[in-house]
């Protein structure tokens, strides 16, 4: 087995250990009958926290085997970031984990982590040589380090999505009720997303179509999910491919719409068979789960996590960023948009600690700004690295 | 100046919440807490406490966390407005006409309405520099406004506190110890908050065991090296203190280097490599053939001798050989170039052979360099070929029929030659382009047949020096320390006063990280036997909604 193989096993091997200490953790929940319910409780929670361990080592087995085939450190391209961001919130998990001894945490860390991983195996996964302006330490100083602020930045989202699945009362009709439903159909969407992917690739759907850019070029796309939306002046090349059902003008990517419209719709479609056979909202179904953490721990830990990530996130995001700028193209800041994306999410959070620390804003509100600035990370890594075209684009 | 004077008889500022010898409450709003507001520990603070003149105002304004947290929310959300489209700086177009078109043309009526608005170039906009300067402004008169009081108010701290105080401390205990310990209580305390690394002080029968204090200065650091790392920004404005400038140098080619006065470069050869990879996915999804490996330029460094004269280029002194790459810039005096565009294959010379149409003989060859045209090209007595016009990047005939020239670069060249050969002493002129010829006249004799070409590599690069580099650096690093400060350590205050009946009361305080102290103070409880604290704001939420989840199960 070459190594790069191993690399790939490994991965699997801590995707796999992620969804059983997920069902070890419901199972650590649900267990609570009075009659020696506490001690069963422990005996599941440590047991998932174990296996929890044992993925993330395999995980980091993933990356350091990756990184001696490939030469660089994985995070050079979608794939590589994006598996390399969920390593760091199951490790920033653990952290807290550990500092806090609450296992209900990883009730929703794990599968956001669990849904970041297999979005990230929808990117192309084999190893890429590196461009000149990648060629530095500071790839591998610079990405890590932001990478590790911002996921432990997105524990205090985690911390904050439980606190209002207990805190927010889904019996009354409310914005609140709306919002977070609104979260979790969002993650739906995701899972729809990463289905489509797996379901056209399993049955090797590929279409391919010629069409003209925006400079007027004739180019080449592959489409490996059925075209709904066609590049501009598109022309099918595949013998016996669909048509794009509607064309759109050269300014507008048709394959990335083509990507979310299909997500929305298979994530939809999942949402309402979710919907139908529960006759639930999720986050009722997910209220017997967090009924029993307490809030005001569930408010310091997210508050925590946000002074742990953001000294981390501001050193890497920021001041190691401006130090690699300056040493590659001779200025620390160009306003590219993801150094200001990256501004905007330091911004975001210096916003969360003054409304905390002046304004009181405690508890059900930090625990909304939380999952703001989550949103904000998503935002960086799905919208700016594939979408706004800069120095940073993956795309 | 106007006192505020607490029953214990100590004079406090105006504007005191706290008394800072007892701790009585000593506003109306105070007093009518359960648990007292212990930000900034109840000191005056000015903009709380002034709002007459005009300076107040501003004052208030600008100290107003409310006014920052705006702010910061205003420059966030106008920041993320100029990422909908592609900034003007990486806009390829050279003028304002041109960048005006390219947002219409690329982007419609929205790219010329955010155009017109200036967003396209909107961190260089004076409203974007006013807003980061109100934040700075805000930052310096916060800091003052809160810093001040709360050092005076840490720097005073008495041991022992009244009742008022104690009583309203989000953590509290009170009771009695087994009477064997009653004696030696805050001597056992004392030594175990030692072991805690707390710093303890002791007056008559009150402890006061402090940890981690400097810890509330962390945001005033920060926000020091905020401010010192905007002004370094501030600098780039001033003269002298930033050079960007950039230049195109051929190989084998020396030139002064624009913005380094005295300094020659000279480029030996540019390099391009690509990776010799199998393609990957991602390159056959966009249709790359190659991944770029390397761009190099191997260069001398020249200075000028000391007393050469401006422009002087003979007596060049060596200063360095190196070769540039991205990521490894050359870097000399404070100066720095960095490799920043190529252009591979440029034009550098033509050759045509002088030929006979019909019989296909040739004359000779003339070789022109397209950066330096001869007038005349002579290949013997009688024969010899002028260069009448060239026209260096041909873009077509205007409405005269005359050949244009789009720049001075050789990207398409044109030529209008007149051939001066034995049978035509007079010459006979010929326009020639790639793959045209026009001949004015009519029917030629000769021909200038194309022969041959040259091209040469081109290295694009930018010289920058930056003389606010230490001052970012300085600022960066104090923004760092005074984050990390304020973040991973923080100040935790425990009271205890023991009566003469022997009862304990037990006060806590921590500004942030409750968890921490609580797990303190269950060592202390269990170590010195004290009695059971309790969290006064503790589950009071939990109980509410653990009983509507109880309610809910009964039902179900």
């Known amino acids: 087995m070459s190594l790069i193989d191993l690399s790939g096993n490994l991965l699997e091997v801590a995707f796999i250990a992620y969804l059983i200490a997920t069902l070890l953790i419901g199972g650590s929940i649900k267990s609570n009958k009075p009659d020696g319910a506490e001690k069963r409780a422990n005996k599941w929670g440590n047991l998932a926290i174990l296996v929890t361990i044992i993925g993330f080592l395999s995980h980091i087995g993933y990356f350091i085997t990756r990184w001696i085939h490939s030469g660089h450190a994985p995070v050079s391209n979608m794939f590589e970031f994006t598996t390399a961001f969920g390593m760091f919130l199951v490790g920033s998990f653990i952290l807290i984990f550990f500092m806090y001894r609450v296992t209900a945490l990883g009730l929703v860390a794990l599968p956001i982590a669990l849904l970041i991983i297999a979005w990230a195996g929808m990117f192309p996964q084999d190893v890429t040589p590196l461009v000149p302006s990648l060629q530095s330490h500071w790839l591998t100083i610079h990405v890590i380090t932001a990478a590790l602020g911002q996921s432990i930045l997105a524990i205090s989202a985690v911390a904050g999505l439980i606190y209002l699945l207990k805190d927010v009362d889904t019996k009354k009709k409310g914005k609140q009720r709306f919002w977070l439903e609104a979260i979790l159909y969002f993650l739906v969407l995701i899972l729809g997303n990463i289905v489509t992917s797996a379901v056209f690739n399993a049955v090797g759907y590929e279409a391919q179509y010629s069409y003209v850019d925006k400079n007027g070029m004739s180019q080449e796309i592959i489409y490996n999910v059925p075209a709904i939306f066609g590049m501009n002046e598109s022309a099918t090349l595949t013998e016996g491919a669909m048509d794009p059902m509607i064309e759109v003008p050269a300014f507008i990517h048709a394959l990335k719409l083509t990507t979310v419209v299909w997500a929305i719709i298979v994530g939809t479609i999942l949402y309402i068979l979710i919907r139908l056979i529960a006759r639930r909202r999720i986050a009722d179904m997910l209220k017997p789960l967090v009924k029993k953490v307490n809030l005001q721990l569930f408010d310091e830990i997210g508050y925590r996590s946000v002074l742990i990530g953001f000294p981390v996130f501001s050193l890497g995001a920021l001041v190691f960023a401006m130090i690699w700028a300056q040493e590659a193209w001779g200025r620390f800041w160009g306003w590219d948009p993801k150094e200001v994306w990256a501004l905007i999410t330091w911004l975001f959070y210096a916003a969360f600690l003054h409304l905390r620390l002046s304004k009181g804003w405690e508890g059900n509100k930090s625990a909304w700004l939380a999952l703001i600035g989550f949103a904000i990370i998503i935002f960086n890594l799905v919208v700016v690295n594939l979408v706004i075209a800069g120095l940073h684009s993956y795309a | ?556």
């Open chain 2, 1 to 556: 100046m106007e006192k505020n004077v607490c029953v214990c008889g100590h004079e406090n500022p105006v504007g005191t919440k706290i008394c800072v010898n007892c701790g009585r409450p000593l506003t109306e709003e105070a007093k009518s807490q359960k648990v007292l507001d212990m930000k900034y520990d109840g000191s005056a603070i000015r903009s709380k406490t002034y709002n007459k003149s005009i300076v107040d105002k501003v004052w208030n304004f600008f100290s107003s966390v409310k006014v920052g947290v705006a702010l910061i929310i205003i420059t966030l959300v106008v920041s993320s407005i100029g990422t909908i489209l592609k900034q003007e700086a990486f806009v390829a177009a050279g003028n304002e006409a041109g960048r005006a078109a390219f947002y219409e043309d690329s982007y419609g009526s929205f790219g010329k309405l955010y155009y017109t608005l200036g967003f396209s170039d909107l961190y260089n906009q004076i409203w974007y520099l006013v807003l980061v300067a109100m934040l700075g402004i805000s930052i310096i008169v916060a800091s003052i406004d809160r810093g001040i009081p709360l050092h005076k108010s840490l720097k005073n701290q008495r041991v022992r506190r009244h009742e008022s105080f104690m009583k309203r401390q989000r953590v509290i205990a009170e009771g009695y110890v087994p009477s064997s310990d009653s004696s030696k209580v805050l001597d056992v305390v004392e030594e175990k908050m030692k072991k805690l690394n707390y710093k303890v002080r002791r007056d008559g029968e009150a402890l006061l065991a402090e940890k981690g204090r400097f810890s509330r200065y962390g945001p005033y650091i920060n926000h020091v090296g905020l401010i010192i790392f905007l002004i370094g920004v501030l600098m780039h404005k001033f003269p002298g203190v930033y050079v960007d400038e950039s230049m195109w140098i051929r190989e084998g080619e020396t030139r002064a280097i624009p913005g380094m006065e005295g300094y020659f470069l000279e480029n030996k050869q540019f390099i391009f490599e690509t990776h010799d990879n199998d393609p990957t996915t991602a390159q056959i999804q966009q249709g790359v053939n190659a991944v770029a490996k390397n761009y190099q330029t191997d260069i001398v460094l020249y200075k000028q001798a000391e007393d050469a004269l401006p422009g002087q280029t003979d007596n060049l002194e060596v200063v360095k050989e190196y070769s540039i790459r991205v990521n490894h810039p050359l870097e000399h005096n404070g100066y720095a170039l960095y490799q920043m565009d190529f252009r591979l294959n440029e034009l550098k010379e033509m050759s045509f052979q002088l030929t006979n149409k019909e019989t296909g003989e040739a004359l000779g060859e003339v070789a022109v360099d397209l950066r330096n045209p001869k007038k005349e090209y002579v290949i013997d007595e009688n024969t010899k070929v002028e260069l009448m016009e060239f026209y260096p990047d041909f873009s077509g005939f205007n409405n005269e029929g005359e050949p244009q020239t789009l720049s001075p670069n050789p990207n398409n060249p044109a030529f209008i030659f007149n051939m001066i050969t034995p049978e035509h002493p007079d010459g006979e002129i010929s326009f020639v382009a790639i793959q045209q010829t026009v001949e004015p006249a009519g029917d030629n004799t000769y021909k200038m047949a194309f022969s041959g070409i040259d091209t040469i590599n081109m290295s694009g690069l930018t010289i920058r020096m930056d003389k606010t580099i230490p001052i970012l650096f300085v600022g960066g690093f104090i923004f760092l320390l005074g984050l990390a400060i304020g973040s991973y350590w923080n100040h935790r205050r425990i009271w205890i006063q023991q009566f003469e009946n022997g009862q304990i009361r037990l006060a806590a305080h921590t500004n942030k990280n409750w968890f921490s102290i609580k797990k303190d103070l269950d060592a202390i409880t269990e170590h010195a036997h004290l009695p059971q604290y309790i969290d006064q704001l503790d589950d009071e939420k939990d109980k509410d909604k653990d009983e509507e989840n109880d309610q809910e199960d009964q039902k179900n």
